[in-house]
């Protein structure tokens, strides 16, 4: 006879405390041992350890005491609902339904498919209004109390006053988990998504459609058809990968209000081998493992396994909630303060905050209180705000684990009205080294895009010679921009092309005539990875095809979605020339970009994605400054960052507002600006 049981793995742990997040990673021995069940032995029987028997268990959760709920088939060929204590003691309740979920505040939702029901901690039985919400799909609640069902490829929210709301256009949904910031991570079509308030999806790991069992990061994974979730105190998700037999773990950094793909793989299992017995790692065996859910007090993750007909404890793949978890920040209210103002109170808002956060102003701690898990309250003392600057606060959570926050930028603004002494050079903008490439807006979650513009400026003395500015450039596959050359007086056209995905872009040039004729043989560039190309037309096309002066248009097109922009030069005075594209639908690709070893160049997270906007051209020093102005249209604050890149696609740094970094997250009220630009002294901008 087969034996097949409960398993209760322990695994040697190493953890880095000392980084914002705790990196754990699996070593030593994992340990396979009884806990209840027998494997291959079908049954519907209570008992202590392996003396219960279980038909095919489904979903499963746990409550805040420890206890597990699991809906498993009973002797009616119905679904009800099981108790297992920490110490294995299994019981069947008078509970019936398949689709489970629990509250933070220990209720448990139970979905069959004639309603749903809550059961409170003190075991009241409460009827869902469910109204027209077609029942029978996953479920989970948020900390509002906000029941959502997946309904085909609908997801449904019910709110606790028994009103509903929809969001369609999703994937067929196999599992609904969510966050302790509310954000909505959904399995399905093979693939991992997050749910975005505005009804869009964001894949968040794995390809839809594409099977497989790869580890990897984010995309570059691959699960089976079916996928079940549960997620960490951290935000890591677990996922039972029914089809591979195995256990994933998608490893979460966080970004603005949500988490971030950084590293799928697999925790227990080996993929295309099923069985029960003991083993290491992927010595382990599954067989169509099913429900999965953590215990967020001490880190268990449990597994039904449906055809070994047993449940699973996997321990040391999630740290216990006595870890402290890494904070966010997402906006510090008023993100302004007058020059010589006196100490000024200011709310923080994020996530992951604790009774002992700390706010702090570059790495000095200042006064703050905790007022609950996304907000603070902190005092800014007037010793900070003397002169005009920006000021990088982040917030901080003490080890175990903990870290320090994203920083969000506040201004202190110069008294009065601005200096109006003659304007004085800035160092770097007019003796520094020349920096070039491309520059990326990304929101954050939920929030909406400010309208951007940047400026571009030729600079001496501390007074701008020549001046222009664009709006985003849409991605597109086909361009088009007029050429004039005159030669005598140095007129000719730069193109620049950037390239924000992870593939080479190989875009084809073809010059034509003002009678639209073709000049020449069409040339070919090949643009590598999250590069940046920009040169003139006279470089690019021999001298001989354009002749001393010329007049046409020169066009671009590539199979691969690239941003372009032209610049008119005559002499030292230029004029931007917003390319004529092809419409197109395309989303900036994503990108994860790793900590830099100098402060945010880079900070850690995703670039890109549903609402970025690109400009493939920026320049500072060697006489040039780029300033790039946000205004936020919305009726919220926006949150978000912006990223420069040099021509090679690596982060460069850029000092805007006193501060030289990449990445410069920002956070502006509704109806607020915000100007990053080079500053003299004074904290004038030549722009």
Same mark, same amino acid.
């Given at each position: 006879m087969?034996?097949?049981?409960?398993?209760?793995?322990?695994?040697?742990?190493?953890?880095?405390?000392?980084?914002?997040?705790?990196?754990?990673?699996?070593?030593g021995t994992?340990?396979?041992?009884?806990?209840?069940?027998?494997?291959?032995?079908?049954?519907?029987?209570?008992?202590?350890?392996?003396?219960?028997?279980?038909?095919?268990p489904?979903?499963?959760?746990?409550?805040?005491?420890?206890?597990?709920?699991?809906?498993?088939?009973?002797?009616s060929?119905?679904?009800?609902?099981?108790k297992?204590?920490?110490?294995?003691?299994?019981?069947?309740?008078?509970?019936?339904?398949?689709?489970?979920?629990?509250?933070?505040?220990?209720?448990?939702?139970v979905?069959?498919g004639?309603?749903? =029901?809550?059961?409170t901690?003190?075991g009241?039985?409460?009827?869902?209004k469910?109204?027209?919400?077609?029942?029978?799909?996953?479920?989970?609640?948020?900390?509002a109390?906000?029941?959502?069902?997946?309904?085909?490829?609908?997801?449904?929210?019910?709110?606790?006053?028994?009103?509903s709301?929809?969001?369609?256009?999703?994937?067929?949904?196999d599992?609904?988990?969510?966050?302790?910031?509310?954000?909505?991570?959904?399995?399905?079509?093979?693939?991992?998504?997050?749910?975005?308030?505005d009804?869009?999806?964001?894949?968040?790991?794995?390809?839809?459609?594409?099977?497989?069992?790869?580890?990897?990061?984010?995309?570059?994974a691959?699960?089976?058809?079916?996928?079940?979730?549960?997620?960490?105190?951290?935000?890591?998700?677990?996922?039972?990968?029914s089809?591979?037999?195995?256990?994933?773990?998608?490893?979460?950094?966080?970004?603005?209000?949500?988490?971030?793909?950084?590293?799928?793989?697999?925790?227990?299992?080996?993929?295309?081998?099923?069985g029960?017995?003991?083993?290491?790692?992927?010595?382990?065996?599954?067989f169509?493992?099913?429900?999965?859910?953590v215990?967020q007090?001490?880190?268990?993750?449990?597994?039904?396994?449906?055809?070994?007909?047993t449940?699973?404890?996997?321990?040391?793949?999630?740290?216990?909630?006595?870890?402290?978890?890494?904070p966010?920040?997402?906006?510090?209210?008023?993100?302004?303060?007058?020059?010589?103002?006196?100490?000024?109170?200011?709310?923080?808002?994020g996530?992951?905050?604790?009774?002992?956060?700390?706010?702090?102003?570059?790495?000095?701690?200042?006064?703050?209180?905790?007022?609950?898990?996304?907000?603070?309250?902190?005092?800014?003392?007037?010793?900070?705000?003397g002169?005009?600057?920006?000021?990088?606060?982040?917030?901080?959570?003490?080890?175990?684990?903990?870290?320090?926050?994203?920083?969000v930028?506040?201004s202190?603004?110069?008294?009065?009205?601005?200096?109006?002494?003659?304007?004085l050079p800035?160092p770097?903008?007019?003796?520094?080294?020349?920096?070039?490439?491309?520059?990326?807006?990304?929101p954050?979650?939920?929030?909406?895009?400010?309208?951007?513009?940047?400026?571009?400026?030729?600079?001496?003395?501390?007074?701008?010679?020549?001046?222009?500015?664009?709006?985003?450039?849409s991605?597109?596959?086909s361009?088009?921009?007029?050429? =004039?050359?005159?030669?005598?007086?140095?007129r000719?056209?730069?193109?620049?092309?950037?390239?924000?995905?992870?593939?080479?872009?190989?875009?084809?040039?073809?010059?034509?005539? =003002?009678?639209?004729?073709?000049v020449?043989a069409?040339?070919?560039?090949?643009?590598?990875?999250?590069?940046?190309?920009?040169?003139?037309?006279?470089?690019?096309?021999?001298?001989?095809?354009?002749?001393?002066?010329?007049?046409?248009?020169?066009?671009?097109?590539?199979?691969?979605?690239?941003?372009?922009?032209?610049?008119?030069?005559?002499?030292?005075?230029?004029?931007?020339?917003a390319?004529?594209?092809?419409?197109?639908?395309?989303?900036?690709?994503?990108?994860?970009?790793?900590?830099?070893?100098?402060?945010?160049?880079?900070t850690?997270?995703?670039?890109?994605?549903?609402?970025?906007?690109?400009?493939?051209?920026?320049?500072?020093?060697g006489?040039?400054?780029?300033?790039?102005?946000?205004?936020?249209?919305?009726?919220?604050?926006?949150?978000?960052?912006?990223?420069?890149?040099?021509?090679?696609?690596?982060?460069?740094?850029?000092?805007?507002?006193?501060?030289?970094?990449?990445?410069f997250?920002?956070?502006?009220?509704?109806?607020?600006?915000?100007?990053?630009?080079?500053?003299d002294?004074?904290?004038?901008?030549?722009?």
């Amino acid at each position: 006879m087969r034996r097949c049981m409960l398993w209760t793995i322990a695994v040697s742990l190493v953890c880095d405390l000392g980084t914002s997040r705790n990196v754990c990673l699996a070593q030593g021995t994992v340990t396979v041992s009884t806990l209840a069940g027998i494997g291959g032995s079908s049954g519907f029987v209570d008992g202590q350890g392996p003396g219960a028997r279980f038909q095919g268990p489904g979903d499963i959760v746990v409550d805040a005491l420890g206890n597990v709920d699991v809906s498993d088939i009973n002797t009616s060929g119905g679904y009800s609902v099981r108790k297992i204590t920490p110490g294995g003691l299994v019981t069947t309740t008078s509970i019936n339904g398949y689709h489970l979920a629990v509250s933070s505040f220990g209720d448990l939702y139970v979905s069959s498919g004639s309603g749903i =029901e809550k059961y409170t901690a003190s075991g009241q039985r409460i009827a869902v209004k469910t109204g027209a919400v077609p029942l029978g799909g996953p479920i989970a609640v948020d900390r509002a109390g906000n029941l959502f069902i997946g309904g085909g490829s609908t997801l449904y929210k019910l709110a606790p006053d028994g009103s509903s709301t929809s969001r369609p256009g999703f994937v067929s949904m196999d599992s609904i988990v969510i966050d302790s910031n509310g954000v909505i991570y959904i399995a399905g079509n093979g693939a991992v998504w997050i749910s975005n308030s505005d009804g869009s999806l964001q894949q968040l790991a794995g390809a839809a459609g594409n099977r497989g069992s790869t580890d990897g990061v984010g995309a570059n994974a691959r699960f089976g058809t079916r996928l079940s979730l549960a997620i960490d105190a951290e935000g890591n998700l677990y996922a039972t990968d029914s089809d591979n037999a195995t256990i994933r773990k998608i490893s979460l950094v966080p970004f603005g209000d949500q988490f971030r793909p950084e590293s799928v793989s697999t925790i227990a299992g080996l993929a295309g081998s099923t069985g029960s017995q003991d083993g290491s790692g992927s010595n382990a065996r599954f067989f169509n493992p099913t429900g999965i859910a953590v215990d967020q007090v001490s880190g268990a993750v449990y597994v039904s396994d449906s055809a070994n007909r047993t449940i699973r404890k996997i321990t040391g793949a999630a740290n216990p909630a006595s870890v402290n978890p890494p904070p966010t920040l997402l906006a510090v209210t008023p993100n302004s303060i007058a020059q010589g103002s006196s100490d000024t109170a200011v709310t923080l808002t994020g996530s992951n905050f604790i009774q002992s956060s700390v706010a702090q102003i570059g790495t000095t701690p200042v006064a703050t209180s905790f007022v609950n898990f996304t907000t603070l309250s902190a005092v800014i003392p007037s010793t900070n705000m003397g002169s005009a600057g920006i000021l990088d606060i982040t917030v901080s959570n003490p080890s175990p684990g903990g870290g320090i926050s994203n920083s969000v930028q506040m201004s202190v603004v110069a008294s009065a009205q601005q200096p109006n002494t003659t304007p004085l050079p800035i160092p770097e903008v007019e003796n520094g080294m020349a920096q070039s490439g491309y520059v990326i807006l990304t929101p954050d979650s939920d929030t909406s895009t400010p309208t951007a513009f940047v400026s571009y400026g030729s600079v001496q003395n501390g007074i701008v010679q020549s001046k222009a500015g664009i709006l985003p450039i849409s991605l597109t596959t086909s361009a088009s921009v007029s050429v =004039e050359i005159v030669r005598t007086i140095n007129r000719n056209l730069g193109v620049a092309i950037a390239n924000p995905s992870a593939q080479t872009n190989t875009v084809t040039l073809t010059l034509r005539d =003002e009678n639209g004729t073709v000049v020449g043989a069409p040339i070919t560039l090949a643009i590598a990875p999250y590069s940046q190309l920009a040169q003139f037309v006279g470089e690019l096309f021999p001298a001989d095809l354009t002749g001393p002066s010329f007049i046409g248009s020169i066009n671009l097109q590539s199979a691969v979605p690239f941003a372009p922009l032209g610049l008119a030069f005559t002499g030292a005075t230029f004029s931007v020339t917003a390319p004529a594209t092809a419409p197109t639908t395309s989303v900036m690709p994503i990108r994860s970009l790793s900590v830099g070893a100098v402060a945010d160049t880079p900070t850690a997270g995703i670039v890109g994605g549903a609402g970025s906007v690109i400009f493939p051209q920026f320049a500072f020093g060697g006489g040039w400054a780029t300033q790039i102005a946000l205004i936020n249209t919305g009726t919220t604050t926006a949150t978000g960052r912006i990223d420069l890149f040099d021509s090679n696609g690596r982060p460069v740094a850029v000092k805007l507002n006193g501060v030289a970094k990449s990445t410069f997250i920002y956070s502006i009220p509704a109806g607020g600006v915000l100007i990053l630009a080079p500053r003299d002294q004074n904290g004038q901008s030549p722009l």
